[in-house]
C-alpha cells in the first residue's frame, strides 16, 4: 500500500493536482463525515479558499452544524490527512417570493430534496478523453477501489481544468 501511495502522490505533485484533489475529495467525503443523519439534511456544494460550503434543508440545520463545525473539520482534516478545511459555511434557500422574516421559525426549505443521496458507490468513469487518460495513470495501482476512486478523482480534475482553460479562451 505505501507503494500505491507513493505512486498517487507523485503523480498529484508532478501535475499540480494535489490542492484540487483534496478540494473536491472534501465535498465527496461530506456525507461519510458528517453521518447519514446529517447528510439527510446538509448537502455540501462546493469548496473554495478553505471553506465548505453546505446547503441545509432549514435554519436549524444552519445552527446545529455551527455547533459541531469544529468536529467536521477535525473529522474531514483528518481524513483528508492535511488541515486544508477551515470553516464550514451554510446556507439555505428561502422560499421564492418571501422574506425570512416573515417565515415561521420552523420552516424548511421547500426547494431541498426529499431524500439527499447518501455516498455512492464507486461507479467507472465517462469513457472520455479524460477518462482515458486517467486510467492510464492509474492502471499500476493494483487496490481495485484505490484505483476506482483515483481514477475518478483525476478525471474529474483532468475535465475541470479543461473547462477552466476553454472558459479563459472566451
Keep these: 500500500m505505501d507503494n500505491v501511495r507513493g505512486i498517487v502522490n507523485e503523480i ?15 465535498v465527496e ?8 443523519n446529517i447528510a439527510r439534511n446538509a448537502i455540501a456544494q462546493r469548496f473554495k479558499n478553505g471553506v465548505l460550503y453546505v446547503r441545509v434543508r432549514s435554519p436549524q440545520w444552519t ?37 425570512q422574516k416573515n417565515l ?17 458507490q464507486i461507479k467507472a468513469v465517462e469513457n472520455d478523453e479524460a477518462a482515458k487518460y486517467a486510467r ?16 475518478r478523482l483525476i478525471a474529474t480534475t483532468t475535465r475541470a481544468n479543461e473547462a477552466k482553460k476553454e472558459d479563459s479562451s472566451k
Design 104 to 120: 415561521k421559525p420552523d420552516w424548511e426549505d421547500p426547494s431541498f430534496p426529499k431524500a439527499p443521496p447518501l455516498p455512492k
Design 12 to 26: 498529484l505533485d508532478q501535475r499540480g493536482w494535489r490542492g484540487p484533489v483534496l478540494e473536491r475529495m472534501a
Design 63 to 99: 445552527h446545529e452544524l455551527h455547533f459541531l463545525e469544529a468536529r467536521l473539520v477535525t473529522r474531514l482534516n483528518g481524513r483528508l490527512r492535511q488541515q486544508i478545511v477551515q470553516k464550514i459555511r451554510c446556507s439555505i434557500t428561502t422560499p421564492q417570493g418571501m422574506l
Design 29 to 36: 467525503i461530506w456525507p461519510e463525515v458528517a453521518g447519514e
Design 136 to 151: 492510464e495513470i492509474v492502471s499500476k495501482i493494483q487496490d481495485p477501489e484505490m484505483r476506482a476512486v483515483m481514477e
